[in-house]
């Protein structure tokens, strides 16, 4: 009988290990999404890497050498970005973007932007942007 | 007219279908089962498929903007090719494709089944089930021939079912989609990749006709071992193709991004490759019979969960996914498979299993389970990866994504277990190996493996997982080579025909070490182009020079143009060696635009033996330049590496044995 349960009880605990490995790297290496409206009000300044999403605020860039000044919003509250780092090809005015970086309760500061395809061979940011359009039309 | 004929062929291979699932049931229960009673459905089913295909293509050839997937897919200044390609472009269009070529799959399987084989039957039977399901999503809700019956602004506004009714046609299509018609690897990447995804349907089914029969032994898998291999080396290759398409047209500078997209054809790949292995383990010894029917209910369902994912706009963000129609059907599908297979796996698998115990975990089979629990771990971490942003929104907490550190820091001891099991696998006995017997044949690839090693550190390398895969690489790729040293011993012939005999003699043995050297170099290639990248962000004006990792790049002067279905807007650029003097290459990085959004900047590389050197434009070029470089070392072996593993696969299922050894094995069977 013993023996029988360690059949199972072995396999089942190294699952368990794996799985708790697995789940400990995940939460290491999450990025959390937000809007202009919720980096204002919900979220705290802090050295983590977050994504924030919205449309570029038509007018408000600028760049200084290698670096680029841009405003996003959500269609309610605008938030200034600081980017440093390869602006993807498809950037434009009045565009949706994602980028990735840290807020300091101020502004946002970004190394990475992002133009990624989804399956619809559309930018992905587009169809983010249309879903938080959406979500606020909805609220 | 189009429309209504394809339309009706959709609800005749429905129809076609149903006849198909009864038909074959009945006369798999039957006192004496007549396999040709299931002939006409098939290839009705074949037929109105194949019409149903022909019809949309002839739509989209022939500019017919009444139906609105034509309007949406295609213009009338699409080239041809990409309005042929067109017809899988989107969600409807593909499903036809899908639905020609499992109905293709059900034609070649129903040719393999006997008069009275039972087995056979059911499982053309579970086969009509899954064509059942896909016929009938193409008849309702991603019907292709939808038409338009009323215009909004010039595009089409209101749609209709029935092809019948008084339709309208805008004056020209929206065109196909930029990102697909931006390079003709977009236009056979998803047909490779379904004949993978669908392929998969043939070993499902034997495995459920198998549990529903109650067989025991290992007929469903012998039956089903070409599919398996088939439908794997096409999902290898789809799946390198669109590897090779982000490289070439995305501009980011990558090939695979741990994209929820990507993750959907790797999990059942994975899964696949481990179902592959541990088959070979039942075909041998007996052993793992459950557990190869779990693998192949998983590798199915894993199809299913591909297709949700990328299809259902789940990725996007999960409130999409109540947005489109196909979603809640493909996730009812999904739970449909899953639990009723695994229902009938806990009913009826002991029927089909029996499990002779391991003699020693030191032999091939022991090999086997390593690579079986490497593999199978890593598709759980690429499942959780891929499904925990998606769970945790819809429990409606925060949106998040998963960085590729997750998968990176999996991937590198995943990568080291396989290879050593790749390296000591093959050359280790089955039931118990004797370190005398294995040793020998690892020891000389073990010091080549470590030469190389040195080497790489010797010219400058020095990232410890890059110099890591390349010992193991090599290892893996000199201890096949020493086996076959060993094997030709026992061969007559001159060495070219020597080997081309003894490749033959066994070819799944030696397709599996094929494609086991293609994934040693494909390994490599990655440790080197990731590993040791470089990456750099160039301005240059106009006649200026810069020099980047060991090359002068000149800026000669923008180019734009237009072409018939897109604007060109380009920078002639030279690429010249370190001296600024010998010229290597020109280079033309561009940004398409096509009649619709998004404009596509498709980088320009100049492939060398040792490295590619890439460039992308990062604005719009004019009297100076803003350039994305970068340096990836040994991109030429990675696309190598991997269609050598396809290779493998191909030739473990087609290379002909001698037709002496086919005999001579034929009357062991018989005996």
């Known amino acids: 009988m013993i023996r029988r349960y360690w059949k199972f009880l072995v396999p089942a605990v190294l699952l368990l290990g794996v799985i708790a490995v697995l789940l400990v790297n995940l939460s290491n290496n999450l990025v959390y999404f937000h809007t202009p409206t919720e980096l204002h009000h919900e979220v705290a300044p802090s050295a983590d890497r977050l994504r924030l999403g919205g449309q570029v605020v038509a007018g408000t860039v600028t760049t200084e050498g290698n670096t680029l000044f841009l405003t996003v919003t959500d269609g309610r509250e605008t938030l200034d970005v600081i980017h440093s780092g390869v602006v993807p090809q498809l950037f434009d005015e009045g565009q949706g973007v994602i980028v990735e970086g840290t807020w300091d309760g101020s502004k946002f500061h970004s190394d990475t932007m992002l133009i990624r395809h989804d399956e619809q061979y559309r930018t992905e940011d587009n169809e983010i942007y249309d879903t938080i359009n959406h979500e606020l039309e909805e609220s | ?671």
């Open chain 2, 1 to 671: 007219m189009t429309a209504t004929i394809g339309l009706l062929a959709i609800l005749l291979a429905t129809a076609a279908s149903l006849v198909l699932i009864v038909r074959a049931w009945r006369q798999a229960t039957a006192a004496e089962p007549d396999a040709s009673r299931v002939r006409t459905p098939v290839l009705v089913m074949l037929s109105s498929a194949a019409v149903a295909f022909l019809m949309l293509e002839a739509a989209i050839i022939n500019d017919n903007f009444s139906l609105s997937y034509v309007s949406a897919n295609s213009s009338t200044t699409t080239p041809l090719i990409f309005k042929l390609a067109g017809a899988w472009a989107a969600l409807e269009g593909s499903i036809v494709l899908w639905g020609l070529v499992l109905a293709l799959l059900v034609y070649f399987v129903s040719r393999s089944v006997l008069t009275n084989d039972r087995l056979g039957l059911t499982a053309i039977a579970v086969m009509g089930v899954v064509s059942l399901f896909w016929f009938g999503l193409m008849a309702t809700v991603a019907n292709p021939f939808e038409v338009c019956t009323e215009l909004v602004g010039g595009a089409c506004g209101q749609t209709s079912w029935l092809p019948f009714v008084h339709t309208v046609a805008p004056i020209d299509g929206i065109g196909a989609n930029p990102l697909l018609q931006n390079h003709i690897l977009m236009a056979i990447h998803p047909p490779m990749l379904y004949i993978g995804y669908v392929g998969f349907t043939a070993p499902f089914a034997f495995a459920i006709a198998a549990m529903i029969r109650g067989e025991q032994g290992s007929v469903w898998l012998e039956r089903t071992r070409r599919w398996s291999v088939i439908a794997w080396a096409f999902l290898g290759f789809g799946m390198l193709l669109g590897a090779w398409w982000s490289y070439e047209v995305l501009g980011w500078g990558g090939y695979w991004g741990w994209d929820p997209v990507e993750n959907a054809a790797l999990l059942p790949f994975l899964v696949a490759t481990a179902f592959i292995h541990s088959a070979v383990v039942q075909r041998r010894r007996g052993m793992l019979q459950a557990w190869n029917l779990i693998l192949v209910i998983a590798t199915f369902s894993l199809t299913i969960v591909g297709t949700f994912l990328t299809r259902s706009g789940t990725i996007i963000s999960v409130h999409s996914f109540t947005q489109s129609e196909v979603g809640p059907i493909l996730l009812g599908f999904l739970l449909v498979v899953v639990i009723s297979s695994l229902a009938l796996f806990a009913w009826r698998s002991h029927l089909v299993s029996s499990a002779p115990r391991l003699d020693s975990i030191a032999s091939r089979e022991g090999v086997f389970l390593l690579n079986n629990l490497v593999l199978t771990v890593f598709a759980l971490a690429v499942m959780m990866g891929t499904m925990y942003p998606v769970i945790l929104e819809a429990m409606g907490r925060a949106r998040v994504s998963v960085s590729a550190p997750y998968y990176n820091r999996v991937t590198i001891p995943v990568a080291f277990l396989l290879l050593l099991a790749m390296g000591i696998g093959p050359v280790t006995p089955y039931r118990l190996a004797r370190p005398a017997i294995v040793w020998p044949r690892i020891a000389t690839p073990i010091v080549v493996g470590l030469v190389a090693g040195a080497f790489a550190v010797l010219i400058g390398v020095h990232s410890i997982p890059v110099v890591l895969l390349v010992v193991l690489g090599v290892f893996v790729i000199a201890t096949i080579a020493g086996e076959l040293v060993r094997q030709l011993a026992k061969v007559e012939g001159s060495r070219p025909v020597a080997i081309g005999r003894l490749l033959r003699r066994d070819p799944g043995y030696w397709g599996g070490q094929i494609s086991h050297i293609g994934v040693a170099v494909l390994a490599i290639a990655i440790a080197a182009s990731s590993g040791l990248a470089l990456r750099e962000q160039v301005n240059l004006a106009k006649g200026e020079s810069a020099t980047v990792g060991g090359y002068c790049l000149v800026y000669v002067g923008p180019n734009s143009r237009t072409e018939p279905n897109r604007q060109v807007i380009g920078a002639v650029l030279s690429l010249r060696g370190a001296d600024c003097e010998r010229e290597i290459g020109t280079l033309e990085p561009v940004f398409n635009s096509y009649a619709r959004p998004p404009a596509v900047a498709t980088p320009s590389v100049h492939t060398g033996l040792t490295e590619d050197f890439f460039v992308a434009l990062a604005d719009v070029p004019g009297d100076d330049v803003s350039l994305k470089v970068m340096i990836f070392p040994l991109m030429w072996l990675l696309w190598t590496g991997g269609m050598i593993a396809v290779a493998g696969g191909i030739w473990a299922v087609y290379a002909r044995k001698p037709e002496r050894l086919r005999r001579a094995q034929k009357v062991e069977v018989d005996a």
